[in-house]
């Protein structure tokens, strides 16, 4: 696992030099300690930091080709990169190393940009092609790893992380007011979208192509897309067989490493299931790793517990407190963006802690996407088959009484999502509704900021799905483009690579995810139960009490803190003096919210956190 980076200029009479390279792959140190390096042709520049992992005494990059015209720096790992080393051998390829890496150099010389449709695996790379002078990149199929850039008519520059660029001359960092609003309203930036204005994301599944002596001629293209095609003539045995065989095989896949390898252990379902089929696929103990939290009855450590019984895993756990928050200039560091999901505290010490052990983690990330694993998959539904009952006069009536609903925000949520279309009430399920942004923000900031409607966006991508799917199928595929990529691997990727661990994602084997796709929804979602042919799926590896306690979920008592051992924390931050929210923000909603959550009113842990960790990415980006 490393971190990539780059910049090209579009003059060919500029020299890109060592020192801007060093100062983009200096500021992500923390994605590759082990070794760093630097290759430049004029007005091109690739830098590299490395966290080794395979072939550690042969895997340097940049990395080039036989002939020296085609060069790379890769961030991933490539699980099928021994049988495709073997194909090129046949082809005549030669190779100097044993890396996955040298692999996708001659898989590019080969078969050129489709070279992506061949690999299985997470990655982010770029390639420069001497003689056509191009530069081409990719990212994996989900966005497990990331992959940032800039381009105007001077320069493309490109990176890991946001602080590549950041790190570049002549940046000049502004806020984007609509990625603003979107943070506001989920909790993270979706799409292309970045906080910085210029900064854009490459979207999962797209390579992205830029001729050097053109910048105009920059082409982004998709190579691969989530597709629900239901087959009915499967019989749920065979489903099952089906995935018994690839999850195994998906698990067994990323257990190569020639440096330690360990699990993140949660106790729920994902996760116990990549832990059993890890100790079924290994000769070696397996180090499982997990965390709690002090005076959380939601705490899932003895269903860890027992599957590390179970498989005699040489099991290792932490105990959260309230003065974790305390992380929070580190993860604002990590993040680089501002990030709502107060998971990332746990995500952040589980990475920590799990790092003294092992340099390698798997986790279980990517199951209740594939799933229908999660509780709001339930609660939409049964808001999907009322609202497909009601008659437009029940819904003008909702409308008639949300306008007299003054005061109660949870009322007030429940009769809008009442009165609205099934793809309007998803999409607007989130931290910050939209009648409560326009009071939170400053006018003028409320008028910049709403040009791109976060929640139109998603209402695209669900009008786009129910046109060929169930809507089942449809609130998965919302979720695998947005909620999956933007939050989940975001949070996960930041948290480990800022403690220089690596994490496999396994339940996100394209091959595996694939196969998800066509099986129907009554089988994930059966008789309001979630993850139905999973759980029978993995019935024989797992305790039974795995399989039938509620889903918790990765979160932390955030609530009961800010109440209790936090209340003069978060006082001390959203105060009306704050210069932060009196300069975006109304400080007397704020106060209000507050108040509200602090008398036990109502639950407004994420609107507080949203706020705090934006207060601290603004203060650590834009001091004053």
């Known amino acids: 696992m490393c971190g990539i980076c780059g910049e090209l200029h579009f003059n060919r009479d500029h020299r890109v030099t060592s020192e801007d390279i060093r100062k983009m792959t200096d500021s992500m140190a923390h994605r590759g300690p082990d070794d760093d390096?630097?290759?430049?042709?004029?007005?091109?520049?690739?830098?590299?930091?490395?966290?080794?992992?395979?072939?550690?005494?042969?895997?340097?990059?940049?990395?080039?080709?036989?002939?020296?015209?085609?060069?790379?720096?890769?961030?991933?790992?490539?699980?099928?990169?021994?049988?495709?080393?073997?194909?090129?051998?046949?082809?005549?390829?030669?190779f100097k190393t044993k890396s996955d890496t040298e692999v996708i150099v001659h898989l590019y010389e080969e078969y050129g940009e489709s070279c992506v449709t061949k690999l299985r695996g997470m990655f982010a790379f770029s390639i420069w092609d001497a003689e056509k002078q191009q530069l081409f990149c990719a990212r994996d199929r989900f966005g497990i790893k990331p992959f940032f850039y800039f381009a105007d008519k001077r320069r493309f520059l490109w990176g890991s992380e946001i602080k590549t660029i950041l790190a570049t001359e002549g940046f000049n960092k502004q806020i984007n007011l609509t990625a603003l609003d979107e943070y506001l309203t989920y909790g993270y930036t979706s799409a292309d979208r970045c906080i910085f204005e210029g900064?854009?994301?490459?979207?999962?599944?797209?390579?992205?192509?830029?001729?050097?002596?053109?910048?105009?001629?920059?082409?982004?293209?998709?190579?691969?897309?989530?597709?629900?095609?239901?087959?009915?003539?499967?019989?749920?045995?065979?489903?099952?067989?089906?995935?018994?065989?690839?999850?195994?095989?998906?698990?067994?896949?990323?257990?190569?490493?020639?440096?330690?390898?360990g699990a993140f252990l949660s106790g729920g379902i994902d996760s116990s299931s990549v832990v059993a089929l890890m100790a079924r696929n290994s000769e070696q103990q397996i180090k499982t790793f997990s965390i709690?939290?002090?005076?959380?009855?939601?705490?899932?450590?003895?269903?860890?517990?027992?599957?590390?019984?179970?498989?005699?895993?040489?099991?290792?756990?932490?105990?959260?407190?309230?003065?974790?928050?305390?992380?929070?200039?580190?993860?604002?560091?990590?993040?680089?963006?501002?990030?709502?999901?107060?998971?990332?505290?746990?995500?952040?010490?589980?990475?920590?802690?799990?790092?003294?052990?092992?340099?390698?983690?798997?986790?279980?990330?990517?199951?209740?996407?594939?799933?229908?694993?999660?509780?709001?998959?339930?609660?939409?539904?049964?808001?999907?088959?009322?609202?497909?009952?009601?008659?437009?006069?029940?819904?003008?009536?909702?409308?008639?009484?949300?306008?007299?609903?003054?005061?109660?925000?949870?009322?007030?949520?429940?009769?809008?999502?009442?009165?609205?279309?099934?793809?309007?009430?998803?999409?607007?399920?989130?931290?910050?509704?939209?009648?409560?942004?326009?009071?939170?923000?400053n006018p003028g900031i409320w008028k910049k900021a709403t040009l791109g409607g976060p929640e139109e966006y998603r209402k695209s991508i669900l009008r786009e799905s129910l046109k060929e799917s169930d809507f089942l199928s449809a609130i998965q595929r919302l979720d695998l483009l947005t909620y999956l990529p933007d939050d989940i691997l975001r949070k996960v990727d930041r948290a480990s690579m800022k403690n220089s661990l690596e994490v496999r994602v396994p339940l996100l084997d394209h091959k595996l995810a694939e196969l998800t796709f066509r099986i129907p929804s009554g089988l994930k979602m059966h008789e309001n139960q979630t993850k139905y042919i999973f759980r029978n799926a993995v019935r024989d590896i797992l305790p039974p009490e795995v399989l039938s306690h509620k889903k918790q979920g990765f979160v932390i008592p955030i609530t009961s803190w800010f109440r209790k051992d936090l209340t003069e924390y978060i006082q001390d931050i959203l105060n009306k003096r704050n210069s932060v929210f009196s300069t975006y923000f109304n400080p007397d909603y704020i106060e209000e919210i507050k108040q509200i959550h602090l008398s036990g009113g109502r639950d407004f842990n994420s609107k507080i956190w949203s706020l705090i960790f934006f207060d601290a990415w603004h203060k650590h980006h834009f001091p004053s």
């Open 37 to 94: 390096g630097v290759y430049l042709d004029g007005p091109v520049g690739l830098g590299f930091r490395r966290l080794s992992i395979i072939d550690v005494s042969g895997g340097h990059q940049p990395l080039c080709n036989e002939r020296g015209n085609i060069w790379i720096v890769f961030n991933g790992e490539i699980y099928n990169y021994l049988s495709l080393h073997d194909e090129l051998v046949k082809k005549g390829h030669l």
């Open 199 to 261: 900064i854009s994301k490459l979207p999962p599944a797209h390579t992205i192509t830029i001729n050097a002596s053109r910048p105009d001629d920059i082409r982004i293209k998709p190579y691969w897309s989530i597709h629900f095609d239901p087959d009915y003539s499967i019989s749920e045995k065979d489903w099952i067989e089906q995935m018994q065989s690839l999850l195994a095989e998906s698990v067994k896949m990323r257990l190569m490493s020639e440096v330690p390898l």
């Open 292 to 441: 709690g939290f002090k005076d959380d009855p939601n705490n899932e450590l003895d269903y860890a517990r027992l599957v590390s019984k179970m498989y005699n895993t040489e099991h290792y756990e932490r105990i959260l407190e309230p003065s974790s928050v305390s992380v929070l200039p580190e993860l604002v560091s990590a993040y680089d963006e501002p990030f709502a999901d107060s998971s990332s505290i746990p995500t952040f010490f589980l990475s920590k802690f799990a790092r003294e052990h092992v340099t390698v983690a798997l986790s279980g990330d990517g199951g209740d996407e594939l799933f229908a694993g999660y509780d709001h998959y339930k609660r939409f539904l049964n808001i999907n088959k009322y609202n497909r009952g009601i008659s437009g006069i029940n819904s003008l009536f909702f409308k008639m009484l949300l306008n007299f609903t003054k005061d109660d925000i949870r009322g007030k949520k429940i009769l809008y999502l009442l009165s609205q279309s099934r793809e309007t009430a998803y999409a607007y399920s989130g931290i910050w509704h939209s009648y409560e942004r326009k009071k939170l923000l």
